[in-house]
């Protein structure tokens, strides 16, 4: 049920969404840009940076995700997500007090046991706010909050990392999270819903999508893409530092650029066109992100290829973007595979999915392929590791492209 409220405070509401994915990717994705000098202080090779980047977040992250959004279906979603907002905030400044490979894994997992109750309920908010011929634009603007939120932690964590140290890095952008939390608290109000969501069961929301092809199709497909998106998001400062010899500062700049142009492009782009081409065919929220990810893999291969800074920098502008247009379509889709009072536990048990395999195994797979392929390629390891990972775009354009048709006949209005 959408609940009696203002336009301005819908997006009021919109707005401490966004900002609080916003630092939900600062957190996730700073490890990223602070890689190098982790590495180098840590002793880590580029298997266990991966762990770090990919496992050791997504473990608890992925499977906490759904018991969370089941609480937030039963009580209130605005609490579940302030006090995801606080721990994972806390556990951010944590890492700054690493001392080694295990320290930093623990701290990793306690940054996605915070991160797992934050975005499914974020979902549910925004499909009980606004209205079904708005919500791919809504998830959209909330979907910023990834590339805003990548860039940011790309910039702010390589300014602190320059002038300071690493560790910093972590603590600042920690307690900036911590403060946030109580202000998101008095803000957002929980929607009124009916009676009825405190008495849906797991079991009933498992047994609705199992029996949905498009949903499996979907959620495979958005794990697949995944796989390359979270393990460019890591690798690609590296990348810029080993194979184009940029040092920290200038690869902060060259990447938040592609993300904030790029990514905002894309999430927008993805949640306009739709809003217009699924109002004429269910089926074309699967299409449009198929299409994308087509479209993105030559241009990817020929920005890792180009040898040229400006070069890349242009040729990445455009995959960077196409890579980020299937969330407002697909996440949508997912909010109308079950009845409202479901959404949230919904959406979790696809990030379960599309988390645990594309953040768990992203970074590790191209941690392990460039560590494989050092003997034979030395610092261009890296860069063959990623022209190899493409292949998952080419997988996940192929699961989206079998969704579109089951996905009309699946959907709940």
Known sequence: MTAPASRRYRFAILAMLLLVYTFNFIDRQILGILAGPIKAELALSDTRLGLLGGLAF???YSTMAVPLALLADRTSRSWVITGSLAVWSGFTALCGAATGFWSMFLARLGVGVGEAGGVAPSYALIADY???GERARALAVYSLG????????VLFGAWIAVRVDWRMAFVVVGLAGVVIAPLFRLVVREPARP?????VPMAQVFRILAAKRSFWLLALGAASSSMLGYGFAFWFPQLLQRSFGLDLTHTSWFYGGVLLIGGTAGVLGGGLLGDRLGSRDRANFARLPAWAFVLAVPLF????LSGSVPLAFALFLIPQA???VWLGPVLTAVQHLVPAPMRATASASFLLINNLVGIGGGTFVLGAL???LTARYGSAALSYA????????????????LAARPLRADWVE
């Open 146 to 153: 990834i590339p805003l939120g990548a860039a940011l932690g």
């Open 386 to 401: 990623m022209l190899a990972a493409l292949v998952f775009y080419l997988l996940a354009a192929l699961l989206m492209a």
């Open 195 to 199: 009676a009825v969501d405190a008495r």
């Open 58 to 60: 997504a473990i608890l």
């Open 301 to 304: 291969a020929a920005g890792i």
């Open 322 to 324: 196409l890579a980020y």
């Open 370 to 372: 460039s560590d494989g």
């Open 130 to 132: 606004f209205p079904p």
